[in-house]
């Protein structure tokens, strides 16, 4: 008996001098038992964590960064408060106005406004219920709880999700799709993406695993979950957040059976507000009034154009105040003719003034109040908004400002479209500019396709080729219905001039004129230029040496205004805006008969 015990042990031991010579020699059959048995072994220790709240969005998990005060005042006044940024989406916009204390929320066809104190205004009337409103850090947070209490909250869909004691507090929208994945039997839930990439990683780390005790070590984890349902959200790096029944929030490691399904939202229809129809393709010109208007009796036949746009109105001061130049005569002729009136206002195109006046509820309050009533008084049914060069920074300001207006001009059925730059750009200029959530406020979005190359571009170019404009239209309506776009053309070209540098070596120094139809006509005859063709461009080029300069020109005329306005049927848009009446040449408006065939 002692015999055969020996012999097994020595057999063991020599099984066991041999693997381990194995080992040492082959590194990838060692380090690979060595994680077979980190998977099999995996010690672990569930540790509570400090509970957050957790908004869920389209596109991913916000854990609020004032959650333990937040948490504090769920669970001694069993309250959800949520900061006002998340109430701007799509129909949904909101304000807090720092310096008078008032927040203004528009869902749809309602407004809210709350002050400090917690008094409240539905579409303009007192209401008994107090909105609780708290300063958290430098952000301004409502009551969901109070919220949900009015018409304006059931419109705009956030609710608390499955409350459990001490737990976490999770918020959904109604109208946002979820995607669900089926975790599988034993799945870790990390407290922090870090702390689960740290997993991982240790599990090919060869030092790490070298260290036979690290083997047994405890890994911290939220949570080991059964083989359930979770709302997910794919990470892309194998990870993913997740959300369960418990409100457990946290981190996993993605495996290939793990699909993704997503949940459509339980409410389809956006809270947008009601929309004006326009029966017929819009075709409309811009009248630019500087110092005084045109005389109408000198104003020409225009045959197809349907809407005029005077440049009337513009913001006078931060408070709201307008200045304007509307002129009685031109109003007649506008409705003797049968067109439809919707005058412009501006900003000034002055930044600074527009930023305190977007961040401020009276200011924008008295604006809007006097530009309808002005627009009602004289018989208007429409109101084009220019605002540009606009802070980025005030991009949802001014979303929240024109959404604003179109409540209240609609309450009085006018018309407002909105001009704005191609997506892309400067800040200022373009990036400034919510293009989707605009889309969806006002009736129409007037795009102004034109200024590819601008006055001051360092180098020569067209002012709106083909080409440009296709690609930026089509972007556009890939993101707005395209029959809320407006195609803006210019009736203008640059004449540029290229002198050669002085001061750094090959290089061109480069100014330009923009001029009307008449004076670039007038320009080709004097020197009688023999246009060339652009099939890219789908412009004219010519080109001439005059003194010191090479003089260039893309031109625009019928040819090449016909060819953009094709662009109107080739995308399904609703029509073309001429900037400006004034700049053409008579045969210009018979092109757009082509709109209505």
């Given at each position: 008996?002692?015999?055969?015990?020996?012999?097994?042990?020595?057999?063991?031991?020599?099984?066991?001098?041999?693997?381990?010579?194995?080992?040492?020699?082959?590194?990838?059959?060692?380090?690979?038992?060595?994680?077979?048995?980190?998977?099999?072994?995996?010690?672990?220790?569930?540790?509570?964590?400090?509970?957050?709240?957790?908004?869920?969005?389209?596109?991913?998990?916000?854990?609020?960064?004032?959650?333990?005060?937040?948490?504090?005042?769920?669970?001694?006044?069993?309250?959800?408060?949520?900061?006002?940024?998340?109430?701007?989406?799509?129909?949904?916009?909101?304000?807090?106005?720092?310096?008078?204390?008032?927040?203004?929320?528009?869902?749809?066809?309602?407004?809210?406004?709350?002050?400090?104190?917690?008094?409240?205004?539905?579409?303009?009337?007192?209401?008994?219920?107090?909105?609780?409103?708290?300063?958290?850090?430098?952000?301004?947070?409502?009551?969901?709880?109070?919220?949900?209490?009015?018409?304006?909250?059931?419109?705009?869909?956030?609710?608390?999700?499955?409350?459990?004691?001490?737990?976490?507090?999770?918020?959904?929208?109604?109208?946002?799709?979820?995607?669900?994945?089926?975790?599988?039997?034993?799945?870790?839930?990390?407290?922090?993406?870090?702390?689960?990439?740290e997993r991982q990683k240790?599990?090919?780390?060869?030092?790490?695993?070298?260290?036979?005790?690290?083997?047994?070590?405890?890994?911290?984890?939220?949570?080991?979950?059964?083989?359930?349902?979770?709302?997910?959200?794919?990470?892309?790096?194998?990870?993913?957040?997740?959300?369960?029944?418990?409100?457990?929030?946290?981190?996993?490691?993605?495996?290939?059976?793990?699909?993704?399904?997503?949940?459509?939202?339980?409410?389809?229809?956006?809270?947008?507000?009601?929309?004006?129809?326009?029966?017929?393709?819009?075709?409309?010109?811009?009248?630019?009034?500087?110092?005084?208007?045109?005389?109408?009796?000198?104003?020409?036949?225009?045959?197809?154009?349907?809407?005029?746009?005077?440049?009337?109105?513009?913001?006078?001061?931060?408070?709201?105040?307008?200045?304007?130049?509307?002129?009685?005569?031109?109003?007649?002729?506008?409705?003797?003719?049968?067109?439809?009136?919707?005058p412009l206002v501006s900003?000034?195109?002055?930044?600074?003034?527009?930023?305190?006046?977007?961040?401020?509820?009276?200011?924008?309050?008295?604006?809007?109040?006097?530009?309808?009533?002005?627009?009602?008084?004289?018989?208007?049914?429409?109101?084009?908004?220019?605002?540009?060069?606009?802070?980025?920074?005030?991009?949802?300001?001014?979303?929240?400002?024109?959404?604003?207006?179109?409540?209240?001009?609609?309450?009085?059925?006018?018309?407002?479209?909105?001009?704005?730059?191609?997506?892309?750009?400067?800040?200022?200029?373009?990036?400034?500019?919510?293009?989707?959530?605009?889309?969806?406020?006002?009736?129409?979005?007037?795009?102004?396709?034109?200024?590819?190359?601008?006055?001051?571009?360092?180098?020569?170019?067209?002012?709106?080729?083909?080409?440009?404009?296709?690609?930026?239209?089509?972007?556009?309506?890939?993101?707005?219905?395209?029959?809320?776009?407006?195609?803006?053309?210019?009736?203008?070209?640059?004449?540029?001039?290229?002198?050669?540098?002085?001061?750094?070596?090959?290089?061109?120094?480069?100014?330009?004129?923009?001029?009307?139809?008449?004076?670039?006509?007038?320009?080709?005859?004097?020197?009688?230029?023999?246009?060339?063709?652009?099939?890219?461009?789908?412009?004219?080029?010519?080109?001439?040496?005059?003194?010191?300069?090479?003089?260039?020109?893309?031109?625009?005329?019928?040819?090449?205004?016909?060819?953009?306005?094709?662009?109107?049927?080739?995308?399904?848009?609703?029509?073309?805006?001429?900037?400006?009446?004034?700049?053409?040449t008579p045969d210009i408006?018979?092109?757009?008969?082509?709109?209505?065939?």
């Amino acid at each position: 008996m002692k015999k055969t015990l020996t012999a097994v042990i020595s057999i063991l031991l020599i099984a066991v001098f041999l693997a381990s010579a194995v080992l040492a020699v082959n590194l990838e059959l060692n380090i690979k038992i060595r994680r077979k048995l980190s998977t099999m072994i995996r010690p672990f220790e569930i540790v509570a964590t400090a509970p957050k709240q957790i908004l869920l969005t389209e596109t991913g998990p916000i854990i609020d960064e004032q959650s333990k005060e937040l948490m504090s005042i769920y669970e001694t006044q069993g309250k959800v408060f949520l900061n006002v940024v998340h109430l701007n989406f799509d129909g949904v916009s909101s304000h807090y106005d720092q310096k008078n204390k008032v927040l203004s929320i528009i869902a749809g066809e309602e407004h809210l406004t709350v002050t400090e104190s917690g008094v409240s205004t539905l579409n303009g009337e007192k209401i008994d219920i107090n909105v609780a409103l708290i300063n958290l850090g430098e952000a301004i947070y409502i009551s969901l709880d109070d919220l949900n209490r009015l018409s304006i909250g059931d419109k705009i869909g956030f609710s608390q999700v499955n409350a459990s004691q001490g737990g976490n507090v999770i918020i959904m929208n109604a109208y946002w799709p979820i995607s669900e994945v089926t975790l599988n039997d034993g799945t870790w839930i990390f407290e922090t993406h870090d702390a689960l990439l740290e997993r991982q990683k240790n599990d090919y780390e060869i030092d790490f695993l070298y260290r036979i005790g690290n083997l047994f070590n405890k890994t911290r984890i939220l949570d080991e979950s059964k083989r359930i349902s979770v709302v997910a959200y794919d990470l892309g790096d194998d990870t993913l957040f997740i959300v369960d029944q418990s409100n457990t929030a946290g981190y996993v490691a993605k495996t290939d059976n793990m699909v993704l399904n997503t949940r459509p939202p339980e409410k389809t229809q956006l809270p947008n507000a009601r929309h004006l129809s326009f029966s017929d393709p819009i075709v409309m010109t811009w009248e630019a009034v500087y110092s005084y208007n045109p005389d109408p009796k000198v104003l020409p036949e225009m045959p197809y154009v349907n809407v005029v746009s005077p440049t009337w109105y513009e913001l006078a001061d931060s408070s709201g105040g307008i200045t304007g130049k509307p002129s009685d005569d031109y109003i007649a002729w506008a409705t003797g003719k049968s067109f439809h009136l919707w005058p412009l206002v501006s900003n000034a195109f002055d930044i600074d003034r527009t930023h305190d006046f977007l961040h401020d509820f009276f200011a924008r309050k008295q604006f809007i109040e006097k530009l309808i009533e002005e627009a009602v008084l004289k018989g208007y049914e429409g109101i084009n908004i220019d605002f540009e060069n606009v802070y980025l920074a005030d991009r949802d300001a001014l979303t929240h400002f024109v959404n604003e207006f179109v409540y209240y001009a609609h309450q009085k059925n006018l018309m407002v479209s909105m001009d704005v730059t191609v997506m892309g750009g400067s800040d200022n200029w373009s990036k400034c500019y919510d293009h989707p959530r605009l889309g969806k406020i006002v009736d129409f979005l007037v795009i102004m396709a034109y200024d590819e190359y601008w006055a001051s571009s360092p180098v020569s170019g067209p002012v709106a080729s083909y080409d440009w404009v296709e690609k930026h239209m089509t972007a556009l309506a890939e993101v707005v219905d395209s029959r809320k776009l407006v195609l803006g053309i210019p009736l203008y070209t640059r004449v540029w001039r290229e002198y050669p540098a002085e001061d750094v070596a090959n290089k061109e120094r480069v100014k330009s004129t923009a001029i009307g139809m008449e004076a670039q006509n007038t320009l080709i005859e004097k020197y009688a230029l023999k246009p060339i063709w652009d099939e890219v461009d789908r412009l004219f080029y010519a080109t001439f040496f005059e003194n010191d300069a090479q003089v260039k020109i893309w031109i625009e005329n019928a040819v090449t205004i016909k060819e953009k306005a094709k662009l109107v049927d080739t995308l399904n848009l609703k029509g073309v805006a001429t900037w400006r009446r004034g700049f053409e040449t008579p045969d210009i408006w018979p092109v757009f008969k082509l709109l209505f065939d």
